[in-house]
Structures are given as C-alpha cells and as structure tokens.
C-alpha cells in the first residue's frame, strides 16, 4: 500500500468502522481536554506534577473497585480523582509545611501513591472474584474497551473542566505568569491554584482508560510543549495543544487498528510524540532547523560585511574609494573568520563589489553605501 491507499483506509475506518470511530472520539476528548490544561502545566513548570498525579490515581481505582465492585468507568474516575486530588493536597502541604523541594515532593507522592496502588493490584489477583479481571490494563490503558457511555463520561467531565477554565481564564493566567501580582491584588492565589490542579487532575482521570497511569504525562506535557513552539499567546497555546492532542488522539486510535497487537495507548504516545519532534524542529521562530538556517545567514551576513568593512578600511588610505585591493591582503585582514571569497561572490551578486582585474576587488557606489549602513548598525549610529 502506498501512502494514499494508507490514508484513505484511516479515512474510511474512522468513518466507517463504529469500533474505530468511538475509539477515536475517546481519544480527542482525552487529548483536547489533556491539551488545553497540560498548557499551564508545562508554563508554570509542572510538568513532573502530571506524572505524578497519573500515578497517585492508580490506588483510588483500585480502592474504588474493592468498596463497590463495579468496574462502571463512571466509579473508577470518581476514586481515581479522589487519589489525585488527595495526592495534590499532600503534595502542597509537604512543600509548605517542609523544606522539601516540588520535584522531590512529586518524586515522593509518584512512588508512594503508586507503589500503594500496584501492593492493592497484587492483592486482588488473589481474590477468587473474576470481575476484578482487567484492573491491570489501567496501568498502560485499554483504548479499544471504550465503549460511547464512557466517551459521553469523558466529554462531560472534559467539559467542565474546561468550561472552569474558561471562566477563571484571566485568574489562571495571572496564576501562571505572576503569582506575585495576582496576590497583591487580594486574588486567593493558593485556591486558584488547587482548582487549576484540580482541573489537572480531571484531564488525567478521563484518560486513564485509554492510555493509562503509566503514558497518562505525555498527553499532558507532548501536546502543550509542541505548541509552544509554534506561539507566544497563550490563547493560541492553548487551542493549538486541544488541537495536536485531538489529531494525536484520532491519528493513534486509526493507525492501531492497522495491525493486529497494536495497543492504541502507546501508538497515540507515539504520535503525539511525532508531534513534538516535528514542532521542534520546524516551528518558526523556535524550531531547531530554522535557528540553524538563521544563524547560517547571520554568520554569512557578518562575513560580507566584514569583506566589505575591510575594503573600505584599506580604500580610506587612498583617494579613491573604489581603489581595488588584492583577495590575498582581504585574507589576510579576514585571519580567523575565512570565507572571503565566497563573501565577495555573494557582495558582487548584490552589486555590492566588483572584480576590476582577476583577483582584485573594489567597491562599487551601492557597496559604498552598504558598508556605511553597515558599520552604523554595528556601531548602534541610526542615520536619518
């Protein structure tokens, strides 16, 4: 098959296929949701705090599980959030009421809240009760078992969660860029931040199912980190996070049902993954191969005007300005930097230079000028 057979079948399985369909719709709950609040996650820094929050719900399942015996996705969210939000309020109060850092703090209630949850996981597969058969699968997630009441459980919760966002918009972002002011101003800054955490924490719960305690952060950190490469508004941050997390989601969820053995969780991972590295490397402004392409270009610019610097120094010595000089005595004065003559070849395209003789060089009245301009920006002169 080649790419476009590749992608008209997805096509057609989202479309189509009802499986696939709710699978995907699950997802792109999972990653608008996850997307849009990972955002202040990852701009206040937070990012381990997603980790750790996905790994303190595992316990809250299992207990969830053992007081009622259903494993309805409605129950098992409600203990997994419980956890969470217990982990959150445990986490602030270590780093408040002691002089342990935030990252040991998360480090402690990632290893204590889910070291907790696999001991209880461990105990139940020695219950002879057959309906707690598939807890495990919460620790690397079962997408395919969604079935359209839990999308609906997770779309509503999703929902809400960003509907609070929505109204402590202006709150939260004076939370993640100055606390400080927030304070002054008589906002309950530490409240604010337990309802963002909160929220956190919803984002993780309605998607441990698909992708599981143990992927759960790259939805929260992958799709917001890709954005921020791309923006410097907050508001398109968090739009172009829902977004790469929504196609990251779909995208899995289609590309895992191309193959028998493919788990959805992990393949999803992978894309948003794939997400990531790409806005690494090509986001303008930020990615990696355009900061390699403007800084070539720079170092090129310098070298001209270096070229040109240099043949204006030596025709300062005689009462032609466009006297021509040797390549060799530019060489020599370019000691160090090199490139001269692919300098001068790049001057005499722009008109800048002309090579009056084989191997001698002078500047022409355009180069005159441009040298001028030159040494002024260097200098920081602004001419009128």
Not at 222 to 241: E, F, G, K, N
């Amino acid at each position: 098959m080649n790419l476009f057979e590749i992608i008209q079948f997805l096509i057609e399985q989202l479309v189509f296929d009802y499986t696939v369909r709710t699978v995907a719709l699950g997802c792109a709950v999972l990653g608008i949701v996850s997307g849009a609040l990972g955002s202040f996650a990852v701009l206040r820094r937070q990012s381990l705090l997603g980790d750790a929050m996905s790994h303190a719900a595992l316990p809250g399942i299992v207990i969830a599980f053992m007081l009622t015996r259903s494993k309805s996705s409605l129950v098992l969210m409600l203990g997994a959030g419980i956890a969470g939000i217990l982990g959150t309020l445990l986490f602030i109060a270590i780093v408040r009421q002691s002089r342990i850092k935030e990252d040991s703090g998360l480090g402690i209630i990632l290893s204590v809240f889910f070291g907790f949850g696999l001991m209880l996981l461990t105990f139940l597969q020695r219950d002879p009760d057959s309906r707690q058969a598939g807890l495990n699968s919460y620790l690397f997630g079962q997408a395919a078992t969604l079935l359209v009441s839990d999308v609906i459980t997770m779309a509503l919760f999703g929902g809400v969660a960003l509907l609070i966002l929505g109204l402590f918009w202006k709150e939260f972002k004076l939370l993640s860029f100055d606390r400080d002011f927030g304070a002054s101003l008589g906002f309950p800054m530490q409240w604010l931040d337990i309802l963002l955490t909160t929220l956190l924490v919803v984002a993780i719960v309605i998607g441990l199912q698909a992708v599981g305690v143990v992927l759960m952060s790259a939805m929260i950190v992958a799709p917001a980190a890709s954005a921020r490469q791309w923006t410097d508004r907050l508001s398109l941050m968090v739009v172009l996070a829902a977004f790469f997390g929504a196609l990251a989601g779909m995208g899995g969820a289609a590309l895992s049902s191309l193959g028998d053995g493919l788990s959805t969780g992990p393949v999803i991972v992978l894309c948003i993954s794939a997400i990531a590295l790409f806005s690494i490397l090509f986001a303008p402004n930020r990615g990696l191969i355009w900061r390699w392409v403007r800084r070539g270009r720079n170092r090129r610019r310098l070298r001209v005007g270096a070229v040109l610097g240099d043949l204006r120094t030596l025709a300062l010595q005689h009462d032609d300005p466009h006297h021509a000089h040797s390549i060799e005595v530019l060489r020599a004065m370019s000691l160090g930097r090199g490139g001269v003559e692919a300098s001068l070849k790049v001057a005499q395209g722009r008109g800048w230079v002309t090579e009056v003789t084989p191997g001698e060089w002078a500047l022409t009245d355009a180069g005159i000028l441009e040298t001028e301009r030159f040494v002024s920006a260097d200098l920081g002169v602004t001419t009128a």
